[in-house]
């Protein structure tokens, strides 16, 4: 994470000038004549050849979205994993120094799709209300609610052909899947907790996909990172000779729970974590520091994190933690390699320079082990068979726990679903040759509802406000980033706007660099606002709310005003 320079506050008029002038001069791109004369050879993912011409129009937008993908995963972020191809589009692209998404995946995704707050989205919980004061509230329906627009159909408005694979998890019910919130084609796991096979973390059945509005059960030789790829290919190549544009969105499941991948890949990291977290964690921390992610004399949070600590291990026990971390490894390697497939196929038929691609992660990394919950443990020994050699293969379902999760998440404290920098400042980046400068930082902050109005203005459209087909509909939350990242702003969000999350109780708000954190974990007696300097202390270890209370009484008013403006309820 490199850290964010100073810069002068910006007025909300120059941001509205820097973006007219990014949206003409990214309009002036799109307009240039396309090549018209493509590669002639067979694809190799469809097994078709390549039309003659090309229509001019604009540009396809392609988001990639991995599942619980912690901040440091990437050899990019310091990994001992290798991802040269994210690495690659990444390098070429313009890296999101300060990147914010929900706390879990689907409050992310109902930003991500609605542009605005999950709370006003329906994602104020996951999966239906269980509290009385959340239920029949439309901002806690479980589902992404239509008192928002959903992105997909604001793009087709636009003209794009929709493609959505992948994880879903925003309402379960065919009226609230992908077709319903505007998708041509989709193939989606409803709620992306398998891999291997068919089976979900409910036990051994079958896990739930559709394809369009059809329930489909895989077979045994499905592998999501994969299949999901191969399925995307198939819709932009189905659908070429129309020479309109599209839009994809490629929702991974991995790295998330089950750790599955297949024999082959989980064996390219035999021995390479048998030296434990700690060491691994020491290793991702000193590559940070090394690439100018950390900032001077920065120091690595205490190894007493971990526990149980490694040397304290037997032998049987390093192997399977070491064995969890191997298959974990696999995903993630497999996702940049498949990744790598999508970006092939697009050149092959020469529209890579023609793609806008995202890159995100929905959440942090997983810290919790569900896989030693009672659904799971009761078929270990029967269905499950969880022996060391059989770790990682479509009948074993583990997890790899909070040891695993803090080396993900280097250099941040905490994980997944909490309000620490760990919970949700994610990897993320965009890739547009010729029009995003190659090799550059945004180091202003962006969340997820940004990106919504960031794909608007690519596609040359504006979202309709408060009213869509003769309905009341919600405004957007998000700014668009277009300026940011054309060179036209440093930042999109002003030093004094407010930037609040919530989840389970989990609370943060961001107002430049100053953050306050409630922390749901310790006891009830115990919880309390933190306050932070991010800027000067990315890693959340120095607590300044005794130092400063005038800043954390300021800091929590803004927290009083996110949560009215949002609809939280708590």
């Not at 493609?163 to 989709?186: C, I, N």
């Not at 059945?205 to 509005?213: C, K, L, Q, T």
């Not at 790598?340 to 082990?369: H, P, W």
């Not at 990315?538 to 709310?545: C, V, Y």
Request: proline share 6%; net charge negative.
């Amino acid at each position: 994470m490199l850290q964010p320079t100073t810069w002068p506050l910006l007025q909300k008029n120059s941001l509205l000038c820097a973006a007219v002038l990014a949206l003409a001069e990214l309009a002036a791109c799109n307009n240039s004549p396309q090549p018209s004369a493509l590669a002639a050879e067979s694809n190799s993912a469809t097994g078709t050849t390549a039309p003659a011409q090309k229509m001019p129009g604009k540009p396809n937008i392609l988001l990639i979205v991995a599942d619980d993908l912690g901040y440091s995963d990437l050899s990019l972020y310091g990994s001992e994993i290798p991802t040269p191809n994210i690495d690659e589009l990444a390098r070429t692209g313009m890296l999101l120094d300060e990147f914010y998404s929900g706390f879990t995946c689907s409050p992310t995704r109902s930003m991500l799709l609605s542009g605005t707050d999950n709370h006003l989205a329906g994602l104020g919980v996951m999966g239906a209300p269980t509290r009385p004061e959340h239920k029949e509230q439309p901002g806690y329906a479980g589902y992404l609610n239509f008192r928002v627009a959903s992105l997909a159909d604001l793009l087709s408005d636009a003209g794009y052909n929709t493609y959505m694979t992948g994880k879903w998890h925003l309402g379960a019910e065919v009226e609230q899947g992908p077709h319903a919130r505007g998708f041509k084609k989709s193939f989606v796991s409803m709620d992306g907790a398998a891999h291997l096979g068919g089976w979900d973390w409910r036990g051994p059945v079958p896990a739930d996909y559709r394809d369009g509005d059809q329930l489909v059960h895989v077979g045994d030789d499905f592998y999501t990172t994969r299949d999901y790829t191969k399925k995307m290919i198939t819709y932009i190549e189905e659908d070429r000779s129309q020479n309109k544009p599209w839009f994809a969105y490629l929702a991974y499941t991995a790295p998330h729970w089950p750790l599955q991948a297949p024999d082959a890949s989980i064996a390219k990291f035999k021995g390479v974590y048998d030296k434990g977290y700690e060491a691994i964690y020491a290793s991702r921390f000193a590559r940070q520091k090394e690439i100018g992610m950390q900032p001077k004399g920065a120091e690595p949070i205490d190894n007493a994190r971990f526990s149980p600590r490694w040397n304290t291990l037997t032998a049987d026990e390093k192997a399977v933690e070491a064995r969890h971390m191997e298959i974990y490894a696999a995903m993630v390697s497999d996702l940049d390699i498949y990744v790598g497939q999508v970006t092939n196929y697009l050149k092959s038929i020469n529209e890579f320079d023609n793609t806008f691609i995202m890159f995100m992660s929905d959440n942090g990394a997983e810290s919790s082990r569900r896989d030693l919950a009672k659904n799971i443990v009761d078929h270990v020994g029967k269905e499950y068979d969880h022996s060391l050699a059989n770790l990682g293969r479509a009948n074993s379902y583990v997890m790899y726990g909070a040891n695993w999760a803090s080396v993900s998440e280097t250099p941040f404290v905490r994980h997944k679903a909490t309000a620490f920098e760990g919970g949700n400042h994610v990897p993320a980046f965009v890739h547009y040759k010729g029009k995003v400068p190659a090799g550059s930082h945004a180091t202003g902050v962006s969340t997820v509802m940004d990106v919504l109005p960031t794909f608007l203005a690519i596609a040359g459209a504006t979202h309709p406000g408060t009213q869509y087909r003769g309905k009341e509909i919600l405004p957007a939350k998000g700014i668009s980033m277009l300026p940011m990242l054309t060179g036209k702003a440093k930042a999109i969000h002003n030093d004094d706007e407010v930037l609040g999350w919530e989840l389970f109780g989990y609370r943060s708000v961001r107002q430049g660099d100053w953050k306050i954190v409630w922390d749901q974990a310790p006891p009830l007696a115990e919880r309390r606002w933190q306050l932070f300097n991010v800027a000067q202390d990315p890693s959340e270890q120095h607590d300044l709310s005794t130092d400063k209370p005038g800043k954390l009484k300021e800091m929590q008013a803004n927290w009083d005003v996110y949560a009215k403006d949002s609809g939280v309820i708590y």
